[in-house]
Structure formats: C-alpha cells, structure tokens
C-alpha cells in the first residue's frame, strides 16, 4: 500500500477555474480503436517510420475526438496502445517514445512543440484538444534517460514507461501516469520505482487515471478512490476478454459498482485477439456500452455522467451470508477449474432452490428460480478462496452462478458466450473476508443488465426484475490485496513457467495483452 508521504509527493491536483464556474453533470466519451499495428519486427525502425504509423492511428483518434467535440463532449479517452500498438522488444520501442515531461511545466505542446525536444506526437495531441476544446486521453510511451548512479538504471541507460497522458481544453499537459503493474510480456517497459497517484482537478470533477492491469491492484486503483476522492476514474486499456469472470464490459462496470465512482474505459477493438469492450460506466449502472467480436470497425460511445456521482450506500458485504446456516452438501461438491483456479462447485439439479458452497472461510450462498430447467444446460454455485498466481499473483474470494459449457461437469468454468435458461430471480451472497467485492451480472451473448440487479447494504447481489436475456454469470468478486504477497518465489517461478507454456498451447484462452 502507499505510505501517506509518498502520497502527498505523487498526487497532481490542478486547479482549473473557480467553483462557480463548475459543472453539475458532463458528456463523456470513450473511444474504442481499431489500432493500426506495426510490421512484425524486433529490428528497430527510423523514428520517421514510426511517426508514420503514429500518425495513421493519429488520423483515426482524430476522426472520433473531432466527433466527440462536435456532440458536446468535455473528455474523451483513447486506448492503451492506441497509437502504436504491441508486440516490441525494448530496442524496438525505442523510436516510437517521447520524452513526456513532468505537467508541473506549465506546457502546451501545440503552442511550444520543441521545448522539450521532438515531441510530434505530444504535439498533435495537444492540439487536438485545444482546437476541439476538449480533454484528450492517450496512451503513449515516455522515455527517461539515467546512469550508473541510479543502481536500478537499465544496462541500456534508460528507463521506458507505459504511460497515460491528459491535455486539457486549452492543450495544456495536465496529467502522466506511468503504468504500475505491467502485464506479462510487457518486458520493453519499465514500472516507476514508488506506484503514481495522479488526479486533476476539471469544472466537471476530480479525476484519477491508471492503466489495464492496474485495475486488479490495490495501488494506485484503489487508493485513487478511498484516500484521493476522485469522482471519475479514465482507463486507457488493452484489454483481452476471458471468461467468465474477466470479459471487459462485465468486470469494468463492476469495478465501477464496487468502488462507488464513475469509470470511463477505453479498450483496442482488435477481436482476433479477443479485445473489445469498452463503456462509460456510472456507480449504480452502465450509462454505454460497446462489445462486438463481429466487425473490424472502432466505435465512439458518449453518455451524460454526473460530475459527482452519488455515491450508494457502504455495503457490508459479510452482513447476510454470515447469519445463513450453512447446509452441507454431502458428496455433491465437485472440483473444476476457473481461469486456472480450483472452485468447489455444486449443481443446480432443480428448478428452484436455496443452496449454500464453501472453501476454506468462503461461503457462498444462492437462491434462485429459474423459469424452467433445460436437460440441455448445467448451471453451477461455485466458490473459490485462494491465491491466484497465472498472469500475475492475487488473492481472491469469488462466489459464481455460472453455465457450463456442456452438460458435462468438468466443463463448468470453461468459457462460454451463450445459454438458453432464464431465471425468474437470483439472490448471491457470500463471507466475504474484505470489503473490496465486485459484483457481475452477465447475460448471453455478452450483454450487460442495466437496472435489472442491485447490490443491498447487507451484501446481497440480486436480482430485481427477471433478467432480460439468459444467464451466463452471477458473481461476487472479491480482491484481499492484503494476501497478495502471501506467495513465495518458487510460486512465481513457477506461474510465469506455466505462462509461457500456455501462450505458446492456449493462444485463444490465455491472455495475452492487459
């Protein structure tokens, strides 16, 4: 976690105008890009390559944020890699960084593009957003020089970041955030030394910005929302969907839903790698949404926010399930895999039922009724309680409803996008060991359920009409960032190992970008 001096030093607030000026709601935008990706190459390239296919992705963001200007949007946000895509080495990232200065300098690059260097993409991006009068977003790459005095200097002298930046109306450089938790193969970046907090200031809101895999850390995600307040969280995402708990639309408006703050997220539409979803994502629903596996095209969502969103009440996400008598299930559990983590499951054999799953201190419990109960599909309660360590080491308490793929058990957990069975009510609930929960609600075909479920103070997810659509996942999903470190070397080494293995078995499963 962030000791409260590193705190006070990281956090950037700007001050933009005078509170009588500021705005009680805003338009929001979020772009999903279909980015134009580098040849396949580790062999660095001439920087005048790079600032050509820079400036082809470029001409595409600036199609959206000129739209975006024209249908009244204060803000919008562009996807991590965005503008020069993935798949480099450290060598052959190396044209394509800027060196991104800190926004204490008071710059706006479209009026002084040479101040710090060539900055042709800092440039253009400034200017977009001073001559659409809007906030821009983006995602690009910092590049920071160092030396044998620095003991964690890189052997090539330099450090490079995966970085968010933030200009503002005027063009003005308002915000850097330097991502914290890189994902696996994210070898030709480096993370800061101490995580970033970053916020600003607008007419419209206080804002905090992280990145893709930030999102399943404590810092800075967390603590942007708990000690810095911010009303509106932008997420620059490259994000691959996994199912059944991790598909973007789905566990985005949960992370909104559980940290009580509105979430703009802006994912790569790039579906042969499984990456769509993006949305605009209010503290009690999703205001827009986007999802599409079928088309090549990217697409511009707006939607009207609250500046300050009201915020639910504090849910005591133990409260119920703790005063539930847990019934034992006899021999009926089984055991199945959910994104390579083991869940003690239980069938749902009936049409309707109250029933109750546990591992280890999580307990799970499910009312439901379903409309009828087909001999064609299989839903299951599961519960999982435990250190996940592929992609990445994170405790978790999750309880699920969820389809299985066939009739056959050991597929319950398998990934699937459409079911048939519809449920007439749902209630969830679980003993939740930390008050970080995020609640999902997934239906066929990759749908979200807006106002049809609600989370109540006793920490119940149910349901309050029946689903629009058949069922694919109910779930609560629980982080204890605490119980991170709880794993040894030989764990990681381990997870990393089964990594590569399933990267190079399991292309379609695993993901591969975050």
Not at 103 to 108: G, K, R
Not at 142 to 162: E, I, V
Request: hydrophobic share 40%; aromatic share 12%; charged share 20%.
């Amino acid at each position: 976690m962030i000791t409260s001096q590193l705190l006070a030093y990281v956090a950037i607030s700007v001050l933009c105008v005078c509170k009588a000026s500021s705005l009680d709601t805003f338009i929001a935008a979020v772009y999903e890009h279909a980015v134009v990706l580098p040849n396949a190459t580790l062999t660095p390239v001439s920087q005048e390559e790079a600032l050509l296919l820079m400036n082809r992705n470029l001409d595409l963001l600036e199609g959206a944020i000129t739209s975006a200007a024209k249908q009244g949007a204060h803000i919008i946000v562009t996807p991590e890699d965005g503008i020069y895509g993935w798949n480099f080495s450290r060598d052959s990232l190396y044209p394509y960084l800027e060196d991104i200065p800190d926004p204490q300098v008071n710059w706006i690059p479209c009026n002084n593009p040479n101040r710090f260097g060539h900055t042709p993409v800092q440039e253009r991006l400034s200017c977009l957003a001073k001559d659409n009068s809007i906030y821009v977003v983006a995602n690009i790459g910092d590049k920071k020089p160092c030396n044998a005095s620095d003991p964690q200097c890189p052997p090539d002298g330099r450090y490079q970041y995966n970085t968010d930046v933030v200009f503002d109306s005027e063009g003005k450089l308002v915000a850097r955030y330097h991502k914290q938790n890189l994902f696996l193969g994210e070898d030709q970046f480096n993370a800061p030394k101490e995580p970033e907090v970053v916020t600003f200031n607008t007419t419209f809101g206080r804002f905090g910005i992280f990145t893709c895999f930030d999102i399943l850390f404590h810092d800075p995600a967390v603590t942007l929302v708990t000690d810095f307040h911010v009303d509106t969280i932008l997420f620059p995402t490259a994000w691959m969907n996994v199912l059944p708990h991790l598909s973007a639309i789905e566990f985005h408006l949960a992370w909104a839903m559980g940290m009580r703050v509105n979430f703009l997220a802006s994912n790569i539409h790039y579906p042969s790698n499984r990456m769509t979803g993006s949305g605009i994502y209010a503290p009690d629903s999703p205001r827009a949404f986007h999802y599409d596996m079928k088309t090549e095209e990217g697409k511009l969502l707006l939607s009207q926010l609250d500046s300050h969103p009201h915020r639910p009440a504090v849910v005591n996400w133990t409260s119920y399930a703790s005063s539930v008598e847990a019934l034992s299930m006899g021999n009926q559990e089984f055991k199945n895999t959910v994104f390579f983590d083991e869940f003690t499951f239980f069938e749902l054999t009936e049409v309707t039922g109250n029933y109750t799953v546990c591992q280890k201190d999580l307990c799970c419990h499910l009312s439901y009724k379903m409309s009828e109960k087909r001999a064609d599909e299989v839903y299951a309660l599961g519960a999982f309680d435990g250190l996940h360590t592929v992609e990445g080491s994170y405790y978790l308490q999750v309880c699920t409803l969820l389809k299985c793929k066939t009739t056959d058990l050991h597929t319950c957990g398998d990934s699937v996008e459409s079911a048939s069975t519809r449920f007439d009510m749902f209630s969830l609930s679980g003993t939740f060991g930390t008050q970080h929960v995020f609640p999902e609600v997934l239906l066929s075909e990759i749908q979200l359920a807006p106002g049809e479920f609600q989370v109540s103070s006793d920490g119940r997810l149910f349901s309050l009409t029946p689903p629009s659509g058949p069922v694919l996942t109910v779930t609560l999903y629980g982080r204890l960032y605490e119980k991170d470190r709880a794993s040894d070397a030989s764990s990681d080494l381990t997870a990393q190992a089964l990594g590569v293995m399933l990267i190079v078995l399991t292309p379609v499963v695993f993901s591969l970008r975050w």
